[in-house]
C-alpha cells in the first residue's frame, strides 16, 4: 500500500530557506515519476516541479532558480529545498507520483512572512 509522508515545512521569514522531505512507501521513488504540489489559501492544487525516473527535472516558472528538487534513493525520500522564499510560496506542501497517483499524504505548511 502506497503511503506519502511530508515534513519539513514551517514558518520562516521572506528570504529564507526550507528543505522539505516525502517519504514514501509502498512504491520506489527513483523508479516513478514524481511531483511536488502546492495549495494556496483558496486555490487548488498546483504541480510545481517534477522529476522522472531518469532525473529529468521540470519547475513552473514561480519556482525556477528558487526550488530544488532531488531524491535519495536509498531513503526512497523525495526532497524540495527552498531557497530565497517569497510570502506567495505560502501554502500546505504535497509530493505524490505523476502516473497512478496515490493516496495524498497529510501535507507540510510552509508559511513565509514578510
Known amino acids: 500500500q502506497v503511503q506519502l509522508v511530508e515534513s519539513g515545512g514551517g514558518l520562516v521569514q521572506a528570504g529564507g530557506s526550507l528543505r522539505l522531505s516525502c517519504a514514501a512507501s509502498?512504491?520506489?521513488?527513483?523508479?516513478?515519476?514524481m511531483g511536488w504540489y502546492r495549495q494556496a489559501p483558496g486555490n487548488p492544487r498546483e504541480l510545481i516541479t517534477t522529476?522522472?525516473?531518469?532525473?529529468?527535472?521540470n519547475y513552473t516558472d514561480s519556482v525556477k532558480g528558487r526550488f530544488t528538487i532531488s531524491r535519495d534513493n536509498a531513503k526512497n525520500t523525495l526532497y524540495l529545498q527552498m531557497d530565497g522564499l517569497k510570502p506567495d510560496d505560502t501554502g500546505v506542501y504535497y509530493c505524490?507520483?505523476?502516473?497512478?497517483?496515490?493516496?495524498w499524504g497529510p501535507g507540510t505548511q510552509v508559511t513565509v512572512s514578510s
Open positions: 505524490n507520483f505523476l502516473v497512478r497517483v496515490g493516496p
Open positions: 522529476i522522472n525516473s531518469r532525473g529529468s527535472i
Open positions: 509502498g512504491r520506489t521513488v527513483s523508479a516513478n515519476a
